[in-house]
């Protein structure tokens, strides 16, 4: 059984910064792709971001580039998402995702297990 234990998020400023945590257990991760998505109020469930467990590939959507940086840490089986200058259209709830395949995805229809998510808030 796959567990996804998002953590770290928070009320906080524009401009300001966040680190949220992934958590995996329940399999070997070195052959999945790690995503983080986010799901605005009244809107659908959009990428953010994903990293190739094994080889470290990492894919972001273009709202979030040179801002956002995910990384993972193997020792810990952890997935992190650094969010540097915050803005109010970040605000969301975060979900973090795992795809049993090396094979990058976008859609969230192509993740197969998902955390329960943490929410971001960031205020002007």
Excluded at 6 to 25: H, N, P, W, Y
Excluded at 73 to 92: I, R
């Amino acid at each position: 059984q796959v567990q996804l234990v998002e953590s770290g998020g928070g009320v906080v400023q524009s401009g300001d910064s966040l680190r949220l945590s992934c958590a995996a257990s329940g399999r070997t991760f070195s052959r999945y792709v790690m995503g983080w998505f986010r799901q605005a109020p009244g809107k659908e469930r959009e990428f953010v971001t994903a990293i190739n467990w094994s080889e470290g590939s990492t894919y972001y959507a273009d709202s979030v580039k040179g801002r956002f940086t995910i990384s993972r840490d193997n020792a810990k089986n952890t997935v992190y998402l650094q969010l540097n200058s915050l803005k109010p259209e970040d605000t969301a709830v975060y979900y973090c995702a795992a795809r049993n395949s090396r094979g990058m995805a976008v859609r969230s229809s192509e993740y197969d297990y998902w955390g329960q998510g943490t929410q971001v808030t960031v205020s002007s």
